[in-house]
C-alpha cells in the first residue's frame, strides 16, 4: 500500500518568531520527505497573542493560542498546525487530532537575567517576572522574599521588557531560546528538582483535522513522530487533564526515560506556593496513561483537590 502524497500542504502557525520557527522546521522536514509536495506555512494572529494586558488564565487559558488555526483547518485553509505542546488544551474539540509529537527540546525552565546569575543570587523585594502560575508558586515556596509580577507576550517582547528594566530577572522555557538561537540568555536552568516543568515542556505537537479526501495525514506524519516525547507527553498531559489542567492552575507534570522505563513527578500548588503536593512513579513506558493516573491518584491523596480548588476560588475572585 503506498502512501498519497497530496501535491500541497500548509502549515498554520502563529506569527510569533518562535512559532514561526517551529513550523518552518516542520516545512523543512516535510519538503525532505516529500520532495514532490510544496509545503507552505500560512502565519495567522490568535487571541491569545493580541491579548497582552491581562493574564491568560483570567481570559480563557490555552485554547486561545490554537483556535484559529483550528478554524483554517477546518474551512480547508490549511492542512495541519504546529503548536507548542505546553500550549495545546488537554481535550480537542470534535474533528481534531494530534498526529504527532516531535522529539522534545530541553524541557527545563531558564533563569535570565542581565544582573544575576541565579534564583538564589536575587536579593530580598528583587522582582521576577513570569506570568506561569506553575513557576510563580515554585518561586514563591522556595524565595518567599522575591516580588513576583506578571510577564506576557511573546519571548521577544518579554526579553525587551526585562532589558528595559522592568524585571530584576524572568524565567522562560529553555526550549524557546534555544530554539531562537538565543542560548546565551539563559544564565541559569532551573534543576526539574526545584521547578518541575509544566507537562509537554519543550515539545512541539501537530494538529490535524478530519479529512474526507482519503490523505492520511497520520501516515504522512508518521516519521515525525518522536515515540520516547509522545510517551513521556502522554503521562504528563494525562495528570494535568485528570486535575481538569489549563494554565488556569499551578500544576507540573513531567516524565523522563530510560529505556522502557518512565520516570513521572507531578506536583500542584496553590500560587503562594504554601501547600504543595508532589507524587511521583515508575514504571513502564508503555503504560504512560496508567502512570500519569496512578501519580494523580497520589497527588489526590495529598489533597490536590482542595489545593486546586482554593486557587481556582482565588481566579475568580479576580484575585492578582
Ligand atoms: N506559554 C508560552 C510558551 N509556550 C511554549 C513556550 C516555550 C517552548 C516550549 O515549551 O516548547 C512558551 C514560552 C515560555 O514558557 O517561556
Redo the contacts with the bound molecule.
Keep these: 500500500m503506498s502512501l498519497q502524497v497530496p501535491s500541497r500542504l500548509v502549515i498554520a502557525s502563529r506569527e510569533s518568531r ?1 512559532a514561526m520557527w517551529q513550523a518552518e522546521h516542520v516545512r523543512a522536514r516535510l519538503s525532505l520527505l516529500y520532495p514532490q509536495c510544496s509545503v507552505e506555512i500560512l502565519g495567522m494572529t490568535t487571541r491569545g497573542d493580541q491579548i497582552l494586558d491581562r493574564t ?1 488564565s483570567k481570559v480563557g487559558g490555552k485554547g486561545l493560542f490554537v483556535k484559529e488555526l483550528e478554524v483554517a483547518m477546518a474551512e480547508g485553509r490549511a492542512d495541519l498546525a504546529v503548536h ?4 495545546v488544551p488537554m481535550e480537542l474539540p470534535e474533528g481534531f487530532a494530534l498526529a504527532a509529537v516531535l522529539e522534545r ?1 530541553d ?1 527545563r ?1 531558564a533563569f535570565v537575567s542581565n544582573d544575576y546569575a541565579s534564583l538564589a543570587d536575587l536579593p530580598a523585594g528583587a522582582v521576577v517576572g513570569t506570568s ?1 502560575l506553575r513557576r510563580q508558586a515554585l518561586i514563591a515556596a522556595r524565595y518567599p522574599h522575591l516580588v513576583i509580577k506578571p510577564l506576557r507576550g511573546n ?1 521577544d517582547t ?1 526579553l525587551g521588557k526585562l532589558d528595559r528594566g522592568d524585571y530584576a530577572a524572568i ?3 529553555a ?2 531560546l534555544k ?1 531562537l538561537g538565543l542560548p546565551q540568555r539563559i544564565r541559569a536552568v532551573l534543576d526539574p528538582e526545584d521547578s518541575l516543568p ?1 507537562a ?5 505537537a501537530i494538529e490535524i483535522a478530519d479529512r474526507t479526501d482519503g490523505v492520511d495525514m497520520v501516515a504522512l506524519l508518521a516519521p515525525l513522530n518522536h515515540v520516547p516525547t509522545a510517551q513521556a507527553v502522554t503521562a504528563e498531559r494525562r495528570v494535568s487533564k485528570v486535575f481538569g489542567g489549563s ?1 488556569q492552575v499551578p500544576l507540573a507534570a513531567h516524565a523522563t526515560l530510560a529505556g522502557n522505563q518512565m520516570h513521572l513527578r507531578a506536583m500542584v500548588a496553590t500560587p503562594d506556593g504554601t501547600r504543595i503536593a508532589s507524587a511521583e512513579v515508575h514504571g513502564p513506558a508503555t503504560d504512560a496513561a496508567q502512570l500519569g493516573d496512578q501519580v494523580a491518584e497520589k497527588l489526590r491523596e495529598q489533597d490536590a483537590v482542595a489545593i486546586l480548588a482554593s486557587c481556582l476560588a482565588e481566579a475568580d475572585g479576580g484575585g492578582t
Design positions: 518562535l491568560l507548542s505542546l505546553k500550549d527540546e524541557p525552565d506561569s519571548l518579554r524565567i522562560l522555557a526550549a524557546g530554539r509544566a509537554g515542556q519543550g515539545a512541539m494554565c
